[in-house]
T-cell receptor, first 116, second 117 residues
């Protein structure tokens, strides 16, 4: 079965540089979520999109922005990178199944970002 | 606000032992969903099981079973006859269902399970 695809898998950047992470959801999934997992920590929700519209926002820095495109893939743009942005960034996707119900989020393999 | 507590930070067992991972949650949502995810050393997050708040029936799936008790807000996960490949960090997660779509996951801090020969 097709899974969530994330690219790149590894990324090394210098401080103050920019980075773009890409996520391709499972086919027919219309909802995308981004999470950040620091070393030894649990994943923290950043932002989500449903049908190309932002649906929820978590602890995402103002230096970060994201969008979902017409083909449902999503990109997370990170500017003015700081050392503390070094983390594993996960994308997850799910299907919207209607009010009062929820489909399972399936995660991609993650992008490991290292800021030097 | 939603909260998930995994009091066990690390558990070590010998292969073939049964092991139970504890999870306690807090939520004000009347409908919610509970999940267990596994994160092996390779780093990916693998979905294991899911339970809806309106269904307290406990089930067994292969070597996995879970005990959901609304009265104590607990969602414990048991691996029977553990194997070395079960070594991973296990996360319990909670999602509110009242909004219907795009409901974020709130994770616990994880329990690291080490299974040795």
């Amino acid at each position: 079965a097709a899974g969530v695809i994330q690219s790149p898998r590894h990324l090394i950047k210098e401080k103050r540089e920019t980075a773009t992470l890409k996520c391709y959801p499972i086919p027919r999934h219309d909802t995308v979520y981004w999470y950040q997992q620091g070393p030894g920590q649990d994943p923290q929700f950043l932002i989500s999109f449903y049908e190309k519209m932002q649906s929820d926002k978590g602890s995402i820095p103002d230096r970060f922005s994201a969008q979902q495109f017409s083909d449902y893939h999503s990109e997370l743009n990170m500017s003015s990178l700081e050392l503390g942005d070094s983390a594993l960034y996960f994308c997850a996707s799910s299907r919207a199944v209607g009010q009062g119900s929820l489909d399972t989020q399936y995660f991609g393999p993650g992008t490991r970002l290292t800021v030097l | 606000a939603q909260k998930v507590t995994q009091a066990q930070t690390e558990i070590s067992v010998v292969e073939k032992e049964d092991v139970t991972l504890d999870c306690v949650y807090e939520t004000r949502d009347t409908t919610y969903y509970l999940f267990w995810y596994k994160q092996p050393p390779s780093g990916e997050l693998v979905f294991l099981i899911r339970r809806n708040s309106f269904d307290e029936q406990n089930e067994i799936s292969g070597r996995y079973s879970w005990n959901f008790q609304k009265s104590t807000s607990s969602f414990n996960f048991t691996i029977t006859a553990s194997q070395v490949v079960d070594s991973a960090v296990y996360f319990c997660a909670l999602s509110g269902g009242n909004t219907g779509t795009a409901s974020k996951l709130t994770f616990g801090t994880g329990t690291r399970l080490q299974v040795t020969l």
